[in-house]
């Protein structure tokens, strides 16, 4: 891919940018950088390494739900400045 002024151009429109003429040489080399790191990327011998979506092997560890004791609710409740049943009441906050 040749990184040129037209190129530098297209990406000024996509981004919605005005870029001046020492940006655009600057994204010139950048760009250029990149893909040849990419470029080098391509180079390297992936034949026997397996595909992965993740670089660990992780699966999810999630734990076993488990009923515990929770806070006395009368305890709790104690504090409220006004209550219904088992319920704090607030105050209106929008009409």
Avoid at 8 to 21: P, R
Avoid at 52 to 59: E, G, L, T
Avoid at 71 to 93: H, V
Wanted: with cysteine; net charge negative; glycine share 4%.
């Amino acid at each position: 891919m040749t990184i040129d002024d037209g190129l530098i151009a297209y990406l000024e429109d996509l981004s919605c940018l005005t870029l001046v003429d020492d940006e655009k040489r600057r994204l010139k080399g950048d760009l250029r950088e990149i893909l040849s790191g990419m470029e080098r990327l391509g180079e390297l011998d992936t034949e026997n390494v397996p595909e992965r979506s993740h670089p660990f092997d992780n699966a999810n560890a999630f734990r076993e739900d488990e009923v515990h004791a929770s806070f006395d609710r009368e305890l709790i409740l104690k504090n409220a400045p006004d209550l219904s049943d088992e319920m704090f009441i607030a105050p209106k906050t929008v009409e």
